[in-house]
């Protein structure tokens, strides 16, 4: 639920450093000695990447994308080394504290460190993200890593990241949930979400004014079509320690709608909805990426416009299919980190002209006004071959079904072009032979229509609605975001057949022409076949090096059989296929279905031993993905957002492919630890924070001097502690898992505080001697660390504590005593 931060470690290595995106090895044949950088390296075994193409220049220049006089100042910038960027997880219980140690220690620490770029200062809030919850640093990767004064930032800046509390992110690639006006009781949908860095930011806004016990009503839906990014995104997800998110796998653009038929026999009781509409998407599509040339240079090499243009179908599918999802009076944001307009102004002019009046282009002009951005593009070209085309007229026939009249700013339709025009059918055919002067290595035979060049068209729609954001302008990668308003049902224009969608094994008997519509798989078929051949496989598959944020580290904790993770199904991502077939979960390869968990007897067990009563539901509330109730390991709990969307999803056929979903709330104590206790789950520390206000048995309250003791030590004998009631008290507890509260100041333990937002408590094992704290050595150090820094503002920024733990990187603390073992 975010609000503790008391999640399970995080894994410990970032995924890939980013710096050495900026060498590649000097035997690299496409190594091009045309930067004055690569003079400079003779004696070292990487170069860094030429930062310039020909075909870069030619096509942007041509598209206006700057002006003139600009040009020289945004290539520039364009080819130096993207500065970090993170935030502050606003959600979590530390949050002020760590802003505040932000503006107050290391922004004045860290002012005379030499910077990146010139800048004047170290570290400095991005003014336009509320809060001061963003911020951007001017130290780079490798300055971080080596340098001794920046090392206590460095540790800081790791340790808060992995727990949760911070994120590491672009800077452009926080705007996009900021415009989406998301509401605590909103459920949405991120429609291609992996590695999961906006949908962490909607998890946030959500979690926002949670009060302690309680989960808002909304829900986010984070789906991505390949797999392994997916396990990325429940990595970075976990971290939020949330009840409110399903993560799901499907080809966005069929996202199942999961609409029951009136006469559905399995329509539970207290099924609350009968359709998975969304008040708020995010449709932050695949795209070329070249928004992202700062962080990943090697894309200078690879650039050529057919990128952006073979997505183009793609990303009008995958938005309409969003807005087919969204409820009326719902807000759609479309983005991408790629400059061409084929890719954004483009497809939101094709998406407007699709939606026929009911979806808007919203004015945000007055929202976030620190962010510097400028208008969409009214008028762009399409290249084509060595050719610029300005209307779909000028298309030659045998290109129709690549270049698509909706990539052009007025749109239009080759078949209204042979019924209206005087032309004859063969229009567009005649095909002179010129030289293409853009062409890379300067001369190339290319076809050239010559019948009709017509004048330059600007597109109708208020693109200026649109944003770009370009990096010169607040040394940031680039960019693109549109904020659409759906006012009326979309028109039924593009509705497919009954028979077709029976085919397609969705909404079989009461299709709705909106998910008709969106399901259409129509012209641009063959066009998205054509991005295969145009668009490298890893573009097209997952943006892997063009994306933010890669710096989460892989899964590597998979468990045995109840594992929360699917195991790798073939990647569909590979594969964009003519005729779709929604999946339906049950049917799949290797991924358990989620249950629901009735298990009574456990229940109950689990209420008596800690004292919960029924204020906290439990009923339809805790899911797995086990079947058999004697096996289960772990308890995932959901909030009842989610619950109501499981129960459609069971009763319109499992039509979700759910590869994550619930927070982790009770986990079985192993054979050893069980046979000591009566109750055979612990809580875990992620679902402590929720659960907490309704523990009434096994708690404790400790003083700060004890709670200290019990975070360094780790486990400490009943005699040992400072206040002697407080061992007292911990000895009179059942064996097994307790949970020990912080008192705040130096209340004595007799005093039970009432727990709210800002309690500090963790998991214990009462053991027959002491008590060991059941909370990883990360999470161990980071909350001392916070404690000194509230106790004592001077030492706390200095806290040392043992690394060395034999549980760094684990669940929970090993119980050493458990069966006496270890008592002396
Ligand atoms: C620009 S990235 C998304 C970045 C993400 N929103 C974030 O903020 O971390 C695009 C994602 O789309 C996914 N993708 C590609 N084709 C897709 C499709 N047809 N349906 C759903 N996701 C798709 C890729 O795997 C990739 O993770």
């Avoid at 001369?443 to 597109?459: F, G, L, N």
Wanted: proline content about 5%.
């Amino acid at each position: 639920m975010g609000r503790g931060g008391r999640s399970r470690t995080q894994r410990k290595h970032f995924r890939q450093s980013r710096e050495n995106v900026w060498k590649r090895s000097k035997s690299d044949p496409n190594s091009k000695p045309n930067d004055e950088n690569q003079t400079q390296t003779n004696h070292t075994s990487w170069t860094p990447f030429a930062t310039e193409n020909s075909s870069f220049d030619l096509y942007y220049k041509e598209q206006n994308i700057v002006n003139e006089e600009e040009w020289e100042q945004f290539v520039t910038v364009l080819r130096t080394p993207l500065p970090a960027s993170f935030r502050i997880n606003s959600s979590t219980q530390f949050a002020d504290d760590i802003r505040s140690q932000l503006e107050n220690d290391f922004a004045h620490s860290l002012r005379d460190e030499v910077t990146e770029g010139g800048e004047k200062e170290a570290i400095r809030p991005l003014l336009w993200y509320p809060g001061n919850f963003a911020w951007h640093s001017n130290f780079s990767r490798m300055q971080l890593r080596k340098n001794q004064t920046l090392e206590r930032f460095h540790e800081f800046l790791k340790l808060e990241n992995e727990i949760g509390n911070i994120t590491r992110q672009e800077a452009v690639s926080m705007v996009p949930p900021l415009f989406l006006d998301v509401h605590s009781d909103h459920f949405v949908l991120d429609m291609c979400a992996a590695p999961g860095s906006k949908t962490f930011q909607l998890l946030e806004i959500i979690h926002q004014s949670t009060k302690a016990g309680l989960l808002p009503d909304g829900m986010v839906i984070a789906n991505d079509l390949d797999v392994q990014r997916c396990n990325l995104l429940i990595h970075q997800t976990k971290r939020m320690c949330t009840a409110n998110l399903i993560v799901t796998n499907h080809e966005a653009q069929n996202f199942p709608g999961c609409r029951l038929n009136r006469n559905h026999e399995k329509i539970e009781p207290d099924q609350h909805i009968s359709q998975l509409l969304f008040d708020r998407v995010l449709c932050d599509v695949p795209c070329s990426g070249d928004g992202t040339l700062r962080k990943a240079p090697d894309l200078w090499r690879k650039w050529n416009s057919g990128m952006g243009q073979g997505l183009h179908s793609l990303q009008v599918l995958i938005a309409m299919r969003g807005l087919s999802l969204l409820n009326v009076g719902g807000r759609m944001v479309y983005s991408t980190c790629s400059m061409n307009p084929i890719e954004n102004e483009a497809v939101v002019a094709e998406v407007l002209r699709r939606c026929g009046g009911s979806v808007e282009l919203v004015d945000v002009s007055s929202k976030l006004p620190q962010l510097i951005r400028r208008p969409g593009l009214k008028s762009w070209k399409v290249h084509d071959k060595g050719t610029w085309l300005v209307s779909c007229k000028d298309v030659p026939k045998y290109r129709r079904s690549v270049i698509l009249p909706g990539m052009f700013p007025s749109g239009g339709s080759y078949q209204e072009l042979v019924d209206n025009s005087n032309c004859s059918a063969d229009m567009g055919d005649n095909i002179s032979v010129c030289t293409n002067r853009n062409s890379e290595d300067g001369v190339q035979t290319i076809e050239e229509p010559v019948t009709h060049q017509s004048a330059e068209e600007v597109c109708d729609f208020p693109l200026e609605h649109c944003m770009r954001i370009v990096p010169h302008d607040q040394n940031t990668g680039a960019f693109f975001i549109a904020v659409l308003q759906k006012v009326a049902p979309l028109p039924a224009t593009q509705e497919k057949s009954k028979s077709e969608i029976v085919e397609q094994n969705v909404e079989p008997l009461n299709p709705s022409l909106e998910d008709a519509q969106a399901l259409k798989i129509n012209s641009s078929e063959s066009a998205i076949e054509e991005v295969c051949k145009a668009v490298p496989e890893e573009i097209l598959n997952d943006n892997k090096q063009n994306t933010e944020d890669l710096e989460v580290s892989p899964v590597e904790e998979q468990d045995s059989k109840e594992t929360e993770e699917p195991p790798i199904v073939e990647n569909m991502a590979k594969k964009v296929p003519a005729k779709r077939k929604l999946q339906i979960q049950g049917r799949w390869r290797g991924v358990d279905p989620v249950v629901f968990f009735k298990d009574e007897a456990i229940i109950n067990s689990i209420r008596a031993f800690y004292g919960i009563g029924e204020h906290f539901p439990l009923d339809g509330h805790l899911v797995t993905r086990n079947n058999d109730a004697s096996h289960v390991k772990r308890i995932y709990y959901v909030s009842k957002s989610v619950k109501d969307v499981l129960k459609l999803n069971f009763s319109a056929g499992q039509q979700l492919k759910i590869t994550s979903v619930g927070l982790k709330m009770f986990e079985r104590q192993s054979a050893q630890e069980g046979s000591d206790t009566p109750c055979a789950f612990r809580i875990s520390s992620e679902g402590l924070p929720l659960v907490l206000p309704y523990i009434t048995k096994q708690i404790l309250h400790a003083s700060p001097e004890d709670f200290k003791r019990l975070l360094q030590d780790k486990d400490v004998k009943f005699a040992d502690f400072a206040d002697a009631e407080f061992g007292e008290k911990a000895a009179n507890l059942m064996p097994g898992y307790c949970v020990v509260i912080l008192n705040k100041g130096n209340r004595s333990a007799t005093e039970p505080p009432k727990v709210d937002e800002s309690t500090i408590a963790i998991g214990c094992w009462r053991g027959r001697v002491r008590l060991t704290v059941m909370v990883t050595a990360m999470d161990c150090q980071e909350l001392l660390e916070r404690l000194l820094i509230r106790l004592d503002p001077e030492k706390g920024a200095s806290v040392n504590v043992d690394k060395s733990s034999n549980n760094v990187g684990g669940e929970v603390q090993p119980v050493p005593e458990i069966n006496g073992k270890n008592d002396e």
